[in-house]
């Protein structure tokens, strides 16, 4: 299997700009996971989906955080607009769906707003 | 208070000891807790689960769960430079669907030769 990807792998971009992180989870999993990783909040769930549909979405920051699952093989995070605070590493999982399954995550994304 | 708690350190051990990571967690109702390792620039992996009260070990893995002081922790015999890592704990609840983890800030863990 091939894990879960994501892409791209490093963003850099200009504050203001549009920026669309893509996960492509385990075949066969039921749920996906979006986080956020910073030096100084460690960790963070922003949303996650339980067969395309958004159960848990309370960590996503703001307005400005959308993400969505059009199937059960791709999902995207979108900030639009970006700003410089919103850099971080990006993190997509994955799990199967019963409650005590384990959660595989891809490479990351690591986002630098200018 | 934090949900789920962890000394940052760093942690130095010399290499062939015991490491020993500690969690606190705040969530009394809390189901399921995990250590998941993390090296440097890459993804968390994980390497230990336990559900009830006790020991669970896997090879030189030991994780420790005391639900009634809501205190996690991970041993790691005979640490090789190979562990030098960050141990992330997390926890997951019944809040969310019961499917959410909340992850502690990490402990950096270095084993030394």
């Known amino acids: 299997d091939a894990g879960v990807i994501q892409s791209p792998r490093h963003e850099v971009t200009e504050m203001g700009q549009e920026v669309t992180l893509r996960c492509k989870p385990i075949s066969g999993h039921n749920s996906l996971f979006w986080y956020r990783q910073t030096m100084m909040r460690g960790l963070e769930l922003l949303i996650y989906?339980?067969?395309?549909?958004?159960?848990?979405d309370s960590g996503m920051p703001e307005d400005r955080f959308s993400a969505k699952m059009p199937n059960a093989s791709f999902s995207t995070l979108k900030i639009q607009p970006s700003e410089p605070r919103d850099s971080a590493v990006y993190f997509c999982?994955?799990?199967?769906?019963?409650?005590?399954?384990?959660?595989?995550f891809g490479p990351g994304t690591r986002l630098t707003v200018l | 208070q934090k949900e789920v708690e962890q000394n940052s350190g760093p942690l130095s051990v010399p290499e062939g000891a015991i490491a020993s990571l500690n969690c606190t967690y705040s969530d009394r109702v809390s189901q399921s807790f995990f250590w998941y390792r993390q090296y440097s620039g890459k993804s968390p992996e994980l390497i230990m689960s336990?559900?009830?009260?006790g020991d669970k070990e896997d090879g030189r893995f030991t994780a420790q769960l005391n639900k009634a002081s809501q205190y996690v922790s991970l041993l790691i015999r005979d640490s090789q430079p190979s562990d030098s890592a960050t141990y992330l704990c997390a926890v997951r609840g019944l809040t969310g669907g019961g499917n959410k983890l909340t992850f502690g800030t990490g402990t950096q863990l270095k084993v030394e030769l």
């Open positions: 999982a994955s799990s199967l769906s019963t409650g005590t399954d384990t959660q595989y």
């Open positions: 336990i559900y009830s009260n």
């Open positions: 989906f339980n067969n395309n549909v958004p159960i848990d």
